[in-house]
């Protein structure tokens, strides 16, 4: 169990939404915003992208990796609007930023970059669900991102207060208090970046996805996705919980629809890779 003190701060930064979130950087947060401005031109979003060097490098990286599989090579910003559009751009500014600013807790990189890994398998999955189903891709890829999002952040959280208070802290007892906490912080951080409220609400009820109500679709296939993404990862899921996962069925999805999912396990832990 967490130390009194400790639990007590943090339910109570919950509660009151005093908990310290990540703000996003300038040029990722307009970049958000350009990608869904119907007026906004590929040049003006290209502009703004070059105010940010390590964002524009990131971006013709990750828009080189597996994940997006371009026939041939992408060497310019213009090239790279060109080829993927401004959604998948949206899709690559939020990646770096949640890299730099939100997986990043120092003193505990191994674990945070696994946290990382998992979060782009899920959304890599998440996205051929939705394609699978004709839903939105882009949407399902964000649902994949950022289901656990608020892992990262509450384990920045209590290190802080741990070193504020000078409580002893177990592993145990970390891993506890996040995994019961981490799709309410995550729902929050969601509001704070000014993302679709319909986000939120999917990364709010991804563990328990019967209980959403107008984002039922989202959250059963970001549970399944989660699953396959522990799977692919050596986690705890084996083959036969995947057979029987809860979601196949509300999903509409049959077994040779499963297999062509966990089929694509080699190419998503080449994105995974390449990415993070």
């Not at 390590?54 to 080829?83: C, F, G, H, K």
Request: charged share 20%; net charge negative; aromatic share 4%.
């Amino acid at each position: 169990k967490l130390p009194s003190a400790i639990k007590h701060r943090l339910v109570q930064a919950i509660s009151s939404g005093s908990l310290e979130l990540p703000v996003l950087p300038e040029v990722p947060m307009q970049v958000m915003q350009a990608c869904n401005n119907k007026s906004c031109t590929a040049n003006k979003l290209a502009e703004l992208i070059r105010r940010d060097q390590a964002l524009a490098a990131n971006l013709l990286r990750i828009s080189n990796s597996p994940l997006y599989a371009p026939i041939n090579p992408i060497v310019s910003l213009d090239q790279a609007l060109a080829r993927l559009g401004m959604k998948k751009i949206c899709e690559i500014a939020l990646i770096v930023s949640c890299q730099g600013k939100v997986f990043n807790v120092p003193g505990h990189e191994a674990r945070v970059h696994a946290m990382f890994e998992h979060a782009l398998a899920t959304a890599a999955y998440a996205q051929e669900i939705a394609r699978s189903r004709r839903w939105n891709v882009e949407e399902g890829f964000l649902c994949g991102l950022m289901h656990d999002v608020g892992e990262p952040v509450l384990l920045q959280a209590l290190v802080d207060l741990h070193q504020e208070l000078n409580e002893p802290l177990s592993l145990p007892a970390v891993e506890h208090a996040i995994a019961i906490l981490h799709p309410r912080v995550g729902a929050a951080l969601i509001t704070g970046w000014k993302l679709p409220a319909r986000l939120g609400e999917t990364i709010l009820h991804h563990h328990e996805p019967t209980v959403a109500e107008s984002c039922k679709q989202t959250a059963l296939m970001t549970s399944l996705a989660d699953d396959l993404a522990y799977w692919t990862l050596g986690g705890k899921i084996s083959d036969q919980q995947l057979m029987e996962h809860p979601t196949l069925e509300p999903l509409n999805l049959y077994p040779e629809e499963l297999d062509a999912l966990m089929a694509r396990k080699d190419a998503v832990k080449a994105s995974v890779h390449a990415i993070a």
